[in-house]
């Protein structure tokens, strides 16, 4: 089912292979006529940047495009970690504690500030997922290195850095589906990572997200309270268009910590929102197929 896309074709979905073709957004802009009749996943990665993620949605909504997936100001909302974070507070989700570091080049003054937390501390570049800039690296357990990494993150991707405490326990995906109105598909997933689902120090970086997954797995579970659930229930529906969504988090104490919200994430065959729905008994292009007739119901066909 990689490189495959649907697309609507008077309110029939055919299946239809592409050409590997590579389109970036000049290319979609200068060929959008040709779009008027598609369903489109407006999937964008590379460069981090605060509007990294919203770009094709926006494009969509102004064209009258329709396609499947979070609007842009979901995308906007989630891509910045830090206000996710505000966001996530306004339903009684937890949050590690953090700090977030505008412009940070003096080093005694960014250590100063570390001192509001404990740690040890997780350290990433503010916007973006998949991991980018997030290494095995970016727990720190001590004030000085995690001050120097700072300065160096800032340095190195020109953006806000976000620092937390860390957060040990289980790590838990939840993978929602569904509109504002009622949520259709719900299933927690954990994360195995070399064997072990209790992580004292480890995070889930780029090495093994991006480099070497062989180590990476996932089971069912149900470690999230049902009233955890429904606080990140009631998230989701908060935006007018976000139709799915993993929402990552943390176990500890037996309560959820929000790591991340992702209205972007991977859907491949490897990936825990694909595990979620094979469990389920659906194939790659069944889920496919779902994530389709589900965007419908936003558009009332």
């Not at 989700?93 to 953090?98: G, R, V």
């Not at 290494?135 to 995690?146: P, R, T």
């Not at 992580?199 to 470690?223: A, H, Q, V």
């Not at 994530?291 to 009332?300: A, D, E, K, T």
Request: glycine share 6%.
């Amino acid at each position: 089912m990689k490189g495959d896309f649907y697309k609507m074709i008077n309110r029939k979905l055919v299946l239809v292979t592409d050409k590997n073709e590579k389109i970036d957004v000049h290319q979609f802009l200068e060929n959008i006529t040709n779009y008027k009749n598609d369903i489109i996943f407006p999937m964008k990665y590379g460069y981090n940047s605060p509007d990294s993620k919203s770009i094709i949605p926006g494009i969509c909504e102004g064209a009258d495009l329709k396609y499947v997936g979070a609007d842009d100001y979901a995308h906007m909302i989630c891509n910045d970690k830090y206000i996710a974070k505000l966001f996530a507070a306004e339903f009684d989700i937890k949050t590690a504690p953090s700090i977030l570091f505008r412009t940070p080049e003096d080093f005694v003054s960014v250590k100063k500030q570390l001192e509001l937390l404990k740690p040890p501390f997780v350290i990433k570049p503010n916007f973006g997922g998949g991991s980018t800039g997030i290494s095995e690296k970016n727990v720190c357990l001590q004030y000085n290195d995690a001050a120097d990494l700072i300065i160096k993150l800032y340095s190195f991707h020109k953006m806000p850095i976000l620092v937390e405490e860390y957060i040990p326990g289980e790590e838990v995906e939840l993978i929602l589906v569904g509109t504002k109105n009622k949520i259709v598909f719900s299933q927690e997933v954990q994360l195995i990572m070399e064997q072990k689902d209790h992580f004292n120090r480890e995070i889930w970086g780029y090495e093994t997200k991006k480099i070497d997954d062989s180590n990476i797995d996932f089971r069912i579970s149900s470690l999230i309270q049902q009233s955890d659930i429904k606080k990140i229930h009631n998230l989701f529906r908060a935006f007018d268009k976000i139709e799915f969504m993993r929402v990552d988090g943390r176990m500890c104490q037996g309560q959820f910590h929000l790591i991340e919200l992702s209205p972007d994430c991977y859907l491949g065959d490897d990936c825990a929102f694909y595990y979620a729905f094979n469990h389920q008994g659906y194939t790659l292009s069944q889920m496919f197929e779902y994530l389709i007739l589900n965007s419908l119901n936003h558009y009332q066909l």
